[in-house]
């Protein structure tokens, strides 16, 4: 059984910075690729960031890419996503999830955290 809870979201003005966290319950959190995606109403579910269970390899969406960093610490069961120069279109509920290798479609997470409310005013 795998538990994922994000904390961190909030409301911040354009311009603003944020730092998300995901806290991993269960076996074997440093064997899993983590990532975040977020979604909006109306909208699918997007990919924001990806980071290989040893952190060698991470990747972004290019909406994101320059302003966002995923980072991990396999010691604390914890990912983190720090979000800088925020925009109105970034918000959106936040959510973290697993996979067995960095990727950018949902279909490859099986696991998924309950998601944290971004919202970014103008």
């Known amino acids: 059984q795998v538990q994922l809870v994000e904390s961190g979201g909030g409301l911040v003005q354009a311009g603003g910075s944020l730092r998300l966290s995901c806290a991993a319950s269960g076996r074997a959190f440093g064997a899993y690729a983590m990532g975040w995606f977020r979604q909006t109403p109306g909208k699918e579910r997007e990919f924001v960031a990806t980071i290989s269970a040893s952190a060698g390899i991470t990747n972004y969406a290019d909406s994101v890419k320059g302003r966002f960093t995923i980072s991990r610490d396999n010691a604390k069961n914890t990912v983190y996503l720090q979000m800088n120069s925020l925009k109105p279109e970034d918000t959106a509920i936040y959510y973290c999830?697993?996979?067995?290798?960095?990727?950018?479609?949902?279909?490859?997470?099986?696991?998924w955290g309950q998601g944290t409310q971004v919202t970014v005013s103008s």
């Open positions: 999830a697993r996979a067995n290798f960095p990727a950018t479609n949902t279909k490859l997470y099986d696991y």
